[in-house]
């Protein structure tokens, strides 16, 4: 059953709709339980869709991508932004390549501990074990990589010294996205800004890959910074997972409402019992003493 809002949650409600441009189920145990944050998280996550450095559809595929991703996985979140996007008039080819740009995240795996292993193995004086010259196949591969892509890293040298087929299992997973181009080059690689800056991956060696990229292909000071704020917003799941499951635990399927203004009458009936309770009590009126009956004479015989 759905809780009675008092008017300024009401309000609350209207304003958040009229900043942010939808309103989510997600949201309504935190308009009960704490109006306020709910208010300042508002004016937070509606300040980068002011500045109108990106396009709504592009700002809700960022969304998409984040909340799909293999270190947050935020399935409630996915699907609000999921509506939003197709209301921005976004195709499901455009979502299978975002989330395509996001399934190759786990290869930061690599990225950053094979490095680190040959750093380790070179101190120990085991260099020679992990320092390896191409053969012409990855040669070949990475000539490929980087042609596909636009772009190599010293983070892949070690992969593919180390281990040429996985190294090519990876170009074939992660160069669709490259060879397709449903999305422009440029919102590509803002994608994969947001992923890897995003508060559930923060990784750095990656980001810079993409800052590159971006800026390569046009991408202005705005439209990066715009990225990095729409990103941050995902810290709020923090609430809109924690406070259904708050409630779960305390045996509540909906935040209590809040208490409703009492009306005048309901306001005059406490005045009027306390009135009652001053005014000193009324003496009973006393009864007028009956007479007695009189007397009936003697009837003559």
């Given at each position: 059953m759905?809780?009675?809002l008092d008017a300024?949650?009401?309000?609350?409600?209207?304003d958040?709709?009229?900043?942010?441009?939808y309103?989510?189920?997600?949201w309504d145990?935190?308009?009960?339980?704490?109006?306020e944050?709910?208010e300042?998280?508002?004016?937070?996550?509606?300040?980068?869709?002011k500045?109108?450095?990106?396009?709504?559809?592009?700002k809700?595929?960022?969304?998409?991508?984040?909340?799909?991703s293999?270190t947050?996985?935020?399935y409630?979140g996915l699907?609000?932004?999921?509506g939003n996007?197709?209301?921005?008039?976004?195709t499901?080819?455009?979502?299978?390549?975002?989330?395509?740009?996001?399934s190759?995240?786990?290869?930061h795996?690599?990225?950053?501990?094979?490095?680190?292993?040959?750093?380790?193995?070179?101190g120990?004086g085991?260099g020679?074990?992990?320092q390896?010259?191409?053969?012409?196949r990855?040669?070949e591969?990475?000539?490929?990589?980087?042609?596909?892509?636009g772009?190599?890293?010293?983070?892949l040298?070690g992969?593919?010294?180390?281990t040429?087929d996985f190294?090519e299992?990876?170009l074939?997973?992660s160069t669709?996205?490259?060879?397709n181009q449903?999305l422009?080059?440029?919102v590509?690689?803002?994608?994969y800004?947001?992923?890897a800056s995003s508060?559930?991956?923060?990784?750095g060696p990656?980001?810079?890959?993409?800052?590159?990229?971006?800026?390569k292909?046009?991408a202005?000071?705005?439209e990066?910074?715009?990225t990095?704020?729409?990103?941050?917003?995902l810290?709020?799941h923090?609430?809109t997972l924690g406070?259904?499951?708050?409630l779960?635990?305390?045996g509540?399927s909906?935040?209590?409402?809040?208490p409703a203004?009492?009306?005048?009458?309901?306001?005059?009936?406490?005045?009027?019992k306390?009135a009652a309770?001053k005014?000193?009590a009324?003496?009973p009126?006393k009864k007028?003493?009956?007479k007695?009956?009189a007397?009936k004479?003697?009837?003559?015989k």
């Amino acid at each position: 059953m759905a809780q009675q809002l008092d008017a300024r949650r009401i309000k609350l409600k209207e304003d958040f709709i009229k900043a942010r441009g939808y309103w989510a189920s997600l949201w309504d145990n935190v308009l009960l339980l704490d109006p306020e944050f709910l208010e300042a998280y508002m004016y937070y996550s509606a300040a980068p869709l002011k500045t109108g450095a990106l396009e709504p559809k592009v700002k809700e595929l960022i969304f998409i991508a984040i909340d799909a991703s293999t270190t947050h996985q935020h399935y409630q979140g996915l699907k609000v932004h999921l509506g939003n996007a197709k209301r921005y008039g976004a195709t499901q080819e455009e979502i299978m390549e975002v989330y395509q740009i996001a399934s190759v995240q786990g290869i930061h795996t690599l990225m950053l501990g094979v490095p680190l292993m040959i750093e380790e193995m070179k101190g120990m004086g085991r260099g020679s074990e992990v320092q390896r010259q191409l053969t012409p196949r990855q040669v070949e591969l990475k000539q490929r990589f980087t042609e596909t892509t636009g772009h190599w890293s010293h983070l892949l040298d070690g992969i593919l010294q180390l281990t040429p087929d996985f190294f090519e299992s990876y170009l074939g997973l992660s160069t669709p996205p490259y060879k397709n181009q449903v999305l422009p080059p440029k919102v590509r690689e803002l994608i994969y800004i947001a992923i890897a800056s995003s508060s559930t991956s923060l990784y750095g060696p990656d980001l810079r890959i993409h800052i590159k990229q971006a800026l390569k292909h046009g991408a202005t000071i705005e439209e990066i910074m715009e990225t990095y704020m729409c990103t941050s917003v995902l810290g709020i799941h923090a609430l809109t997972l924690g406070v259904p499951a708050m409630l779960e635990v305390w045996g509540q399927s909906n935040a209590p409402a809040p208490p409703a203004k009492a009306s005048a009458k309901a306001k005059s009936a406490p005045a009027k019992k306390a009135a009652a309770k001053k005014a000193p009590a009324k003496k009973p009126a006393k009864k007028a003493a009956k007479k007695p009956p009189a007397k009936k004479g003697k009837k003559k015989k």
